[in-house]
């Protein structure tokens, strides 16, 4: 047994909560918004057939043309955020974002049901945008890839802790369980915006919206980098849809290995996100970083591929292996993509390029699931070399890439004289 300060420095060193401060307030109000998204995310296909009467089938149009339209006020509402405090734009958003919540509770046709998938969309994607520009305020240009990384270990406990508590909606299954998680939801969301607002504002340098949003997406050096870090962004849809697929359908490995398998990536990304943000402070260590995570996230993908013909006991440790090699990857990926689309990005501009980032991010995650499904559930091993070698191929152009995005950026700035 050790002292009361060494039982308190082992947990400081295990929780993904900062010290007190103002990322400890943003990481509180992440916490609660992602319980919130565990419980939705858990409960959302049951509660919109179970309880509202929706086919699969306009459950899945009806997410997939919403998170389309979803997409388009990403670039907008990054803008937004550096011509207004980032700060009160979030808390705003969350709270427009509460009320489509509670308004699931009364969809009861597919049209109803596609209107309000489709404000959740809008607001999902510009908040995203938002909230990276938050970022970028709290954590200041020195903290800033740290904070990305602490919040993404907070999510990713946030989401678990919200999926286990909606497991008694899914035991009990009636509508009012259902409809108990969105109301969950809800109020994660008005939690979320309150803590928020306990943060200081941070009043934007007075620019033309028009000269931010617009410069982003004529960024030439800018969108090639953020478009090879896109690219490898297809490897959550890997993770999330194409593995459990795999799993049942190319392996031997029991059904169980898919909940181990995701329960694996969760844990290590709570434990590692920040310890592995390190590598990745500024453009040309990040881009390093970024090469890396393609090479290892292809090495990722030929494991998962070799389960298929191996026997059982192998299949299950090649699988949980390669899932161990994917979060690093994952991880480092997500670092150094933080840290590029910053450090490449206009200063007084870094709400509208993380709109542009997460749009071109996005776009892929909509194409992925019908590419990778095709390409690796029919396709067989040949389709995860496939991928591996995209993967690997794109990691080695970023730092190239990024050397011309600097370079493009140094020959734009004013010069003394």
């Given at each position: ?48 057939t179970r309880a509202v009467g929706l086919t699969p089938t306009e ?359």
């Amino acid at each position: 047994m050790g002292t009361t300060a060494e039982v308190d420095d082992r947990w400081r060193s295990l929780s993904p909560l900062p010290p007190p401060g103002r990322l400890r307030t943003l990481s509180l109000a992440t916490l609660a918004n992602t319980i919130g998204t565990g419980l939705w995310v858990t409960g959302a296909a049951l509660f919109l057939t179970r309880a509202v009467g929706l086919t699969p089938t306009e459950v899945g149009v009806g997410l997939t043309l919403a998170g389309l339209v979803g997409l388009t006020a990403s670039v907008p509402l990054g803008g937004l955020a550096d011509q207004c405090d980032p700060r009160s734009l979030r808390a705003v958003l969350q709270l427009a974002q509460a009320a489509v919540a509670a308004a699931y509770l009364l969809v009861d046709s597919f049209p109803v049901f596609l209107l309000v998938a489709t404000l959740d969309a809008l607001l999902i994607s510009g908040n995203l945008a938002v909230r990276a520009a938050l970022v970028a305020a709290v954590g200041g240009p020195q903290g800033r890839v740290h904070a990305f990384a602490t919040l993404r270990a907070v999510a990713n406990l946030g989401v678990a802790l919200g999926a286990g508590l909606a497991a008694f909606a899914l035991v009990v299954d009636t509508g009012w369980a259902y409809r108990l998680l969105v109301l969950g939801n809800v109020a994660t969301y008005l939690v979320s915006a309150a803590l928020i607002m306990r943060l200081p504002a941070y009043p934007p340098a007075r620019r033309p919206l028009r000269q931010r949003a617009g410069r982003a997406l004529r960024d030439g050096p800018f969108l090639a980098v953020a478009g090879a870090s896109a690219v490898l962004s297809v490897h959550h849809v890997a993770l999330t849809l194409v593995l459990p697929l795999w799993v049942v359908a190319h392996t031997d490995a029991p059904l169980a290995t898919v909940s181990a398998l995701l329960l694996v990536n969760t844990l290590l990304t709570v434990l590692l996100a920040v310890r592995l943000s390190g590598s990745a402070r500024h453009a040309v260590p990040a881009a390093t970083t970024m090469r890396r995570a393609g090479l290892v996230l292809a090495a990722g993908m030929l494991l998962w591929a070799a389960s298929a013909v191996v026997p059982t006991t192998v299949a299950v440790g090649l699988l949980l292996g390669a899932t161990v090699i994917y979060t690093l990857g994952d991880l480092w990926h997500a670092g150094a993509g933080a840290t590029l689309a910053y450090d490449l990005a206009a200063p007084d501009a870094l709400g509208a390029y993380q709109g542009v980032d997460g749009l071109l991010a996005g776009l892929v995650r909509a194409a992925g699931p019908a590419l990778l499904t095709w390409l690796i559930i029919d396709g067989g091993p040949v389709g995860w070399l496939a991928l591996a070698g995209l993967l690997a191929l794109t990691g080695f152009a970023v730092p190239p890439l990024t050397r011309r995005a600097l370079a493009d950026r140094a020959d734009r700035s004013p010069h003394p004289g």
